[in-house]
């Protein structure tokens, strides 16, 4: 299965001839296999010519004129593709920064061995088995280190499988296996040879007798090596580039936690149940089971409110038809797509969404009696403009084959984001339950406080009205949001975790360098402190050679940062892919860090006696 939640029971699709002929319910899927030797191109080239033909046929069944295809894989990995690309791609800068540090370690051990290969040579040994040896002990590093790795990931695919959304298709089926064995051994090596080449090669260029006749002073250079230096200014920018990127999704989900859903979640539990046609064969008899449904809940200590709904905001959509006013032409374009809902008269009152103008449904609307319905404002608005809609007339899910309805607005609602905090409120018809039943609903409680704790409660006062009624998906309305919030949640603790672990290293490598740089000038630090240099001069001389390096990594980082974010633009919300804020704020932030690991060493600078420095 591609999916974690893939459907385990499949059941017919019964489809009357009324539904047959409805061309604006556009809710199912459609799945088809492309005949052997068809290419896709010329397959989706004809089904576009049917539904250009149907769209001229039924002008208010609202088709877009044109068939989006693509692969089943796709279509199940493409909400999430960009995200994994994501995530791979910082996992590689992390990598990157760690073999940056590993290559340093190595340039500095090839400046200490000179000597050591200098006498091999004397000895007889060739450059190439010089080089063989020292790429074998890189390798070797690099195994051992992918070896600890494998046992912190074992635990980590733990955590990770914990914490995981069930968003992301096949994760849970993560762990280490022969064939992620095999990929990191292979990795490491690479990696190992690749990283250890150029100390390697640098290692086995000497000067014999200058190196030999210089001893253990002719193996320490000064900060000359400016590979070694190019290194730390890549860490410090890839690091850069995996902050800006955390920053700018900690920025959106904070902007998410603080979008208006347009009602109000919090004390809010929800159940849903269905109506059998053997028990309940006809709209009455639902009608009546639901009404007692709704005040055998509401009669539970602890409720406040109880209402019914046939799909609840964020946690499901709405049946898609198109909706358009009285009086529009059948080739008008004032027609737009609507999710309908049916819902009981309280429901409204019950979730917090008020009615802005207008009334919500009575008991007078029941079958028999005027249609009627209620729409939210951004409907109101695209169908009548600024004209006050009480009292005008629309229809839905009607076209040629279907003849209209003509249902009264009673009221205007407001927008409700119900297709998730991040995206726009879609528009909203709602019908009253008693002129629209509906077998499938859900229930909708207001609670004083703590509403999970009444759903034993609830399932007893419905198993009161029919024994036979099962509830399902229950869920308090709040982690109804936070699961909607799961996906871009994870992305963000992850990649806040790698550019943490990025920062890390790169202070480690910034550390490591200036502490090396601290060693190889020893001897001329004694000197300046002999003749009188002091303390706070040293210190100043130290940090700034980390200073001028740090200060080329962050520029050169927002630079490639600057050019990477763009593709989190999907991913965000309420932050530009090129927030300043968030540029500022983690240049600001690594300076301070990486100063900070300039700092220790160039401390240690001044605590030098200048008589053992100079000896050195």
Not at 12 to 17: D, I, K
Not at 384 to 397: E, Q
Not at 490 to 519: D, P, R
Not at 542 to 565: E, K, N, P, S, Y
Request: with cysteine; aromatic share 4%; glycine share 10%.
């Amino acid at each position: 299965s591609l999916t974690p939640n893939a459907p385990a029971i499949w059941v017919p699709l019964p489809l009357t001839p009324a539904q047959l002929a409805e061309h604006g319910d556009h809710e199912l899927t459609v799945i088809g296999r492309v005949r052997d030797g068809i290419a896709p191109a010329p397959a989706i080239a004809d089904l576009t010519r049917i539904e250009t033909d149907l769209a001229q046929r039924f002008p208010n069944a609202y088709f877009d004129g044109g068939i989006v295809a693509r692969p089943l894989r796709d279509s199940v990995v493409g909400p999430v593709r960009a995200l994994l690309l994501i995530l791979l791609g910082a996992v590689g800068l992390v990598l990157l920064i760690a073999c940056g540090n590993v290559m340093n370690l190595l340039l500095a051990r090839a400046a200490v061995r000179r000597k050591e290969v200098a006498i091999r040579c004397a000895l007889g040994a060739n450059r190439a088995r010089l080089l063989a040896q020292l790429l074998t002990e890189s390798v070797l590093l690099a195994l051992l280190g992918a070896a600890a790795g494998l046992a912190v990931a074992a635990l980590g695919v733990r955590a990770l499988l914990a914490s995981a959304p069930l968003g992301v298709p096949r994760l849970q089926q993560a762990g280490i296996d022969g064939s992620v064995l095999a990929f990191t051994m292979l990795l490491a090596m690479m990696c190992g040879i690749g990283f250890g080449l150029v100390p390697a090669l640098r290692s086995t260029r000497v000067d014999l007798q200058q190196t030999l006749r210089d001893g253990a002073r002719g193996s320490k250079g000064s900060l000359r090596a400016g590979l070694r230096a190019a290194l730390v200014i890549g860490e410090i920018s890839l690091s850069l580039v995996l902050l800006v990127g955390a920053g700018l999704l900690v920025r959106s989900a904070i902007a998410l936690e603080h979008v208006d859903p347009g009602f109000n979640p919090h004390d809010l539990l929800v159940l849903r149940t269905g109506l059998s046609t053997a028990r309940y064969p006809s709209d009455t008899a639902v009608r009546q089971a639901f009404v007692q449904v709704a005040a055998a809940v509401a009669a539970v200590p602890g409720v406040r409110q109880a209402a019914l709904v046939s799909r609840i905001p964020i946690g499901a959509g709405g049946a898609d038809c198109g909706a358009y006013a009285e009086g529009a032409a059948p080739a008008d374009k004032t027609g737009v797509d609507a999710n309908l809902r049916t819902a009981t008269s309280n429901y409204f009152s019950t979730i917090g969404d008020p009615i802005v103008r207008g009334r919500a449904f009575t008991a007078a609307d029941v079958d028999g009696s005027t249609p009627v319905v209620i729409i939210n404002r951004g409907l109101a608005h695209r169908l009548f403009g600024d004209a006050d809609p009480i009292g005008r007339r629309l229809a839905h899910c009607s076209g040629p084959d279907v003849p209209p309805v003509w249902r009264e607005v009673v009221g205007v609602t407001g927008d409700v984001r119900a297709s998730g905090l991040a995206e726009q409120p879609p528009n909203e018809v709602y019908y009253p339950m008693a002129q629209f039943p509906q077998r499938n609903m859900s229930i909708v409680v207001r609670s004083a406080a703590a509403p999970a704790a009444l759903t034993p409660a609830i399932r007893h006062a419905v198993a009161a009205v029919d024994p036979q009624l099962a509830l399902s998906g229950v869920s308090t309305m709040d982690a109804i949001i936070s699961d909607s919030m799961a996906t871009p949640r994870f992305a963000m603790l992850l990649l806040v975790t790698l550019g943490a672990t990025g920062l890390t290293l790169a202070a480690v490598g910034i550390y490591g360098l200036i502490a090396y740089f601290v060693s190889q000038r020893a001897h001329e630090i004694g000197i300046r402190m002999a003749l009188g240099a002091g303390r706070a001069r040293v210190l100043g001389m130290v940090v700034r050679q980390g200073v001028v390096l740090v200060a080329a990594g962050i520029a050169a980082g927002l630079v490639v940062a600057f050019a990477a974010a763009r593709a989190l633009s999907n991913l965000l919300y309420g932050v530009g892919a090129h927030d300043p804020i968030t540029f500022a704020a983690v240049g600001a932030m690594l300076f301070l860090v990486a100063v900070a690991a300039t700092a220790i060493p160039a401390r240690r600078a001044t605590k030098l006696n200048p008589l053992e420095a100079m000896g050195k």
